[in-house]
């Protein structure tokens, strides 16, 4: 009987990424056939598996979905949230499949989100070793030096660690208001507003436009749709994936 890594099962289920089933399994919350596992333990499709006591829908076959959302400023990139603050699967509760989002936006942040059941192809758009580039539009006050705009460009400290080079272009500019176009190949907790602060610059509107060759486009704001297949095979393409 075929056997794979426990949290590649999870993943697959479309209940987690394989990270967070990983996380899941180092917490003691798995179980499979009623026994703790531990990382590097494998299982079967015969085998129950269960998460904090819910037992998941293993299948061999299975339906991935892929979409986008436009997040608007004021929901929390988590499932649930224990705070009873909107969460962005309230916008898609009208989803069908189960899916959960690949990576995260915070609370005031804006713009391209991805959701997917498909736990690889999260896995793989978030592991930082693929360095997928992603664009934000970013309004700062009051104005920006060209020695700040030099930092941002070459790497700034952040959280005790540098960040990488990023691209870092300034779209407008007015009394007070600057929008720069940042794209960094890091994924890093509020990274573009950690570097933003460590310049001495307020962010006053954050939206993500792009994932590797995947655009926002005019995608309204709170609505959301299903990649086509040229997006999801650009994504792929960018990844490393096979088609």
Not at 68 to 74: H, I, V, W
Request: proline content about 3%; aromatic content about 4%; some cysteine.
């Amino acid at each position: 009987m075929e056997k794979i890594r426990i949290q590649k099962m999870i993943a697959d289920s479309g209940y987690c990424s394989r990270r967070k089933a990983e996380v899941m399994i180092s917490q003691g919350r798995v179980k499979v056939n009623g026994r703790p596992v531990k990382l590097g333990d494998k299982c079967g499709f015969k085998d129950i598996v269960t998460v904090d006591g819910e037992r998941l829908q293993m299948s061999r076959k299975k339906n991935f979905v892929y979409i986008m959302l436009n997040k608007p400023r004021g929901y929390v990139t988590t499932v649930s949230d224990e705070l009873d603050r909107r969460c962005v699967m309230d916008l898609i509760s009208d989803v069908e499949e189960r899916v959960y989002p690949v990576g995260r936006l915070d609370r005031n942040s804006e713009g391209l989100l991805l959701f997917t059941n498909d736990g690889e192809f999260a896995n793989s758009i978030m592991h930082p070793s693929r360095h997928i580039a992603k664009t934000y539009r970013v309004t700062v006050r009051p104005d920006i030096s060209d020695e700040q705009l030099v930092k941002l460009a070459e790497g700034v400290e952040i959280d005790g660690r540098k960040t990488l080079p990023a691209s870092v272009v300034v779209k407008e500019k007015e009394q007070g208001r600057v929008v720069l176009l940042i794209t960094i190949k890091e994924g890093r907790n509020r990274q573009i507003r950690k570097m933003c602060e460590a310049v001495g610059l307020e962010v006053a509107r954050l939206r993500r436009i792009s994932i590797g060759p995947l655009k926002l486009g005019m995608l309204k704001p709170g609505t959301w749709r299903e990649l086509t297949a040229e997006e999801l095979r650009a994504l792929r393409n960018a990844i490393g994936k096979e088609n």
